[in-house]
């Protein structure tokens, strides 16, 4: 079945650097893939989303770079606070399909 | 203010004990799913329903059933919980399900309903 496979699980990185997470999916129909950001106790909120037809997307210090061909997505953080600790979750969904396949999720810890 | 809600936000159950989980959004949202979210596992979709009287099975359905009557209402039933369920439960709803052709698709989350069944 469809599937999306995330890594790492665990991040840890000191303040100011890059963090990267990425994902992998096996539905080659996949042409739009958010991310979420879910901080402890609270709801998953999205923070970027790509569509198949942009191969880059950036929203001030996060950015979604997308390979269609190798099927894969990535995550890019860059000058990490405090505040960027939380869990990542990567999705996959398709026109014409109605279910969204979640990865499952990359807990990023951002030492001060 | 626009939100998902979902009640009740914590429940202790026992084994077979019918019960319900209701989610609620006022944003006029087509489009409504329910998730769970286990350890390591991340967020698997249950249910989803497209539109009033439309729904069909997400990933693991199997235990669980949904209505929807009404566009802002999309209840979680379980009708003999198991141990197995125990898990945190999430509603969401997206304005429309384009499959990522427009905007539309971003789904907003409920607080989400923490359940236990002993």
């Known amino acids: 079945g469809e599937n999306v496979e995330q890594h790492p699980s665990t991040l840890s990185v000191q303040e100011g650097d890059s963090a990267v997470i990425k994902c992998t999916y096996s539905d080659s129909a996949s042409n739009y893939f958010p991310w979420y950001k879910q901080e402890l106790g609270k709801r998953p909120q999205l923070i970027i989303d790509?569509?198949?037809?942009?191969g880059e997307k950036k929203d001030q210090r996060i950015a979604v770079t997308l390979n269609k061909t190798a099927k894969h997505f990535s995550l890019h953080i860059t000058e990490t606070q405090p505040e960027d600790s939380a869990v990542y979750f990567c999705?996959?969904?398709?026109?014409?399909?109605?279910?969204?396949?979640f990865g499952a999720g990359t807990r990023l810890f951002v030492k001060a | 203010e626009a939100q998902v809600t979902q009640n009740p936000r914590y429940l202790i159950t026992v084994t077979g004990k019918k019960l319900t989980v209701t989610c609620s959004q006022n944003?006029?949202?087509?489009?409504m799913s329910w998730y769970r979210q286990d350890p390591g596992l991340g967020l698997r979709q249950i249910y989803y329903?497209?539109?009033?009287?439309?729904?069909d099975k997400g990933d693991v359905p199997e235990g669980y059933k949904v209505s929807r009557k009404e566009k802002r209402n999309f209840p979680l039933i379980l009708e003999s919980p198991s141990p197995n369920q125990t898990s945190l439960y999430f509603c969401?709803?997206?304005?429309?399900?384009?499959?990522?052709?427009?905007?539309?698709?971003?789904?907003?989350f409920g607080p989400g309903t923490r359940l236990t069944v002993l």
């Open positions: 329903s497209m539109n009033v009287e439309v729904t």
């Open positions: 944003m006029n949202h087509e489009y």
């Open positions: 999705a996959a969904t398709h026109t014409g399909g109605f279910k969204t396949i």
């Open positions: 969401a709803s997206s304005l429309s399900f384009s499959g990522g052709q427009t905007s539309t698709d971003t789904q907003y």
């Open positions: 790509i569509r198949s037809n942009v």
